[in-house]
């Protein structure tokens, strides 16, 4: 039996050995290393790629075009020109005509949101009004200043019978140049009506948006206001949480309780008042009831309440139960609340951070669509047929560049907001796993951002990718079912609503995994799988303690919120 008893815990024994090492040991801020090291390089190639698209854009003549202006026979404005095979008029040299001037500049196509009038170099933009083709004479000769079609004389132009097709429409408006795009504008605020009516039709595409426009264009100073308000009472709500935590979570907590109960009371009453009512009004007078059809409405109004109370009283019963059985959780939301206190305490610059991220986004989306914008003036020159005008399009290898920046936008946004989570995670396990808090850096969150340079943009690049994974797809569905609308089946229109809310709450749960990962990384500097592997067996294991911080903490701060825009 000895022997037995031996055998058994000798083969017993590398199974709990094999255990305790399968756990791995978390050794926080010893040793840092790079992590997803070829996916920072993968990063590093796709920016190069947009940055190459942007250099094509400026090589090939598109941002000069864009910037510069160009007319309608392919020639660029400001600058000696190279002849365009098949199109007349181009390889002119307009290196003293700066500015781009339309014969009808209140020609706009508001389906393509367009002007469709030819365009013309010139020298200098009208600087009054001309109402004959003996003034344009006369303002070309005074000042060198062509503003009919290359091929006709400026002292011709009141007997020329081409004048009514390729001079500008009588009367010509007053212009000013813009000061960045050298584009002459017309003076005249009457102009614009068309501008205003393209806007609009564009803008009524969407209600949601119009309603939205709509109302920041009615209370811009109000919103300006309360977005001011509603930071300084974030920081004092900020500051009341770090002293009594305690009493607002309890406090909240007590007030949920009894609000829910006395929400299932109040139905439960009125249920049954409405039941006696319904009874003594049916006993009185059934059948003048019955033959007016009003009992219906009643016991329909009856049955709803009974529904209602139901709900309500399952939910109540829900919600004590989980205060019974949560009961310790709350104290841990609360010491949490009281380290968060301490953190920004210590860490004040904490709260500016967002504005870091806001101005590094703000000013990648400036240059996205700068680049997008010379994707639209690049490409090869071809002569529309029914305008007769030339204009520049990618052809169909080029568009995939179009793809390509669309995709950029999205990635390097979700990596500058992955950077954001990195560096707040990087700064607050620096400072909780540092006992010793004299030693903490001078600046923890420089610190952070030196760590995620040197170490860690790997990791940031191959989670915000992931991100774009989901996203994308999203994003293409929601662009299909919107060019759809009115035309699919209800089987369709279910099935992408469907798709769409699964990809939308996959993006929700990658995000949240993320940002553990990244605190994960922070702390042991390992790669991204094995650090969102390690975060998703404590978030499991811990389950009833995340959806306790998660729901008393959200809760806490939204109320806080509320009442800031209440105040």
Not at 178 to 195: A, E, G, M, Q
Not at 415 to 423: G, K, P, Y
């Amino acid at each position: 039996m000895s022997e037995q008893r031996r055998s058994a815990a000798s083969s017993n024994q590398p199974k709990s050995i094999w255990k305790k090492r399968a756990k791995r040991e978390w050794k926080p801020l010893e040793d840092r290393s790079c992590t997803d090291l070829p996916w920072f390089l993968l990063f590093m190639l796709f920016c190069g790629g947009m940055g190459a698209i942007c250099g094509y854009t400026i090589v090939t003549g598109g941002a000069s075009r864009l910037v510069f202006g160009y007319d309608s026979y392919g020639n660029t404005c400001g600058q000696r020109n190279e002849a365009i095979e098949g199109i007349r008029l181009s390889g002119l040299d307009h290196t003293d005509k700066k500015y781009v001037f339309f014969l009808d500049p209140c020609n706009l196509d508001i389906i393509q949101r367009r002007i469709k009038s030819m365009a013309l170099c010139v020298s200098q933009c009208p600087t009054e009004e001309m109402k004959t083709y003996e003034d344009l004479r006369r303002f070309a000769m005074n000042n060198n200043s062509e503003l009919c079609s290359y091929e006709l004389a400026g002292h011709r132009y009141p007997s020329l019978p081409e004048r009514f097709d390729k001079c500008p429409k009588l009367p010509v408006p007053q212009s000013k140049a813009l000061p960045v795009f050298n584009r002459c504008t017309p003076v005249d605020i009457s102009c614009y009506s068309k501008f205003a009516e393209a806007v609009v039709t564009f803008v009524s595409d969407n209600t949601i948006l119009h309603r939205l426009i709509a109302g920041v264009v009615a209370s811009k100073e109000i919103i300006a206001g309360l977005c001011l308000l509603a930071l300084v009472l974030s920081m004092i709500l900020m500051v009341i949480i770090r002293y009594i935590s305690a009493v607002l979570v309890w406090i909240l907590t007590v007030l949920v309780v009894l609000g829910s109960l006395g929400g299932t009371s109040v139905l439960w009453w009125l249920y049954i008042d409405h039941r006696l009512t319904m009874n003594q009004t049916v006993a009185i007078d059934l059948k003048e009831a019955e033959t007016d059809g009003e009992t219906e409405i009643p016991r329909d109004h009856l049955q709803g309440l009974l529904v209602y109370a139901t709900s309500a009283t399952v939910f109540t019963v829900i919600l004590l139960l989980l205060m019974l059985f949560m009961r310790k959780r709350v104290a841990l939301t609360i010491a949490l609340f009281h380290v968060a206190g301490k953190v920004f305490i210590h860490l004040p610059l904490l709260v500016l951070q967002p504005f870091c991220t806001f101005l590094a986004l703000f000013l990648f989306w400036v240059y996205w669509i700068l680049v997008l914008l010379f994707l639209g003036t690049t490409g090869n020159p071809e002569k529309n047929e029914q305008t007769g005008l030339t204009e520049f399009k990618l052809n169909d290898a080029l568009q995939y560049l179009t793809w390509y920046h669309a995709v950029g936008l999205i990635w390097i946004s979700e990596f500058i907001l992955a950077c954001q989570q990195m560096t707040v995670a990087g700064a607050v396990v620096t400072y909780y796993f540092t006992r010793d808090k004299s030693r903490l850096p001078l600046t923890p969150i420089l610190s952070s951002v030196l760590r995620l340079i040197r170490y860690h943009l790997g990791t940031v690049a191959k989670g915000s990718f992931i991100i774009t994974l989901v996203k994308i797809p999203r994003l293409i569905l929601i662009y299909v079912r919107n060019q759809l609308k009115g035309k699919e089946n209800a089987c369709a229109r279910c099935m992408l609503k469907a798709c769409i809310c699964c990809l939308w709450c996959l993006e929700k749960c990658l995000n949240f995994l993320n940002q553990n990962a990244y605190a994960a990384t922070a702390i042991n500097s390992t790669s991204f799988c094995t650090s969102a592997r390690d975060a998703f067996i404590i978030l499991v294991e811990n389950a009833l303690r995340v959806a306790a911080i998660n729901t008393v903490g959200d809760f806490v701060l939204f109320l806080g919120k509320v009442r800031g825009l209440r105040a």
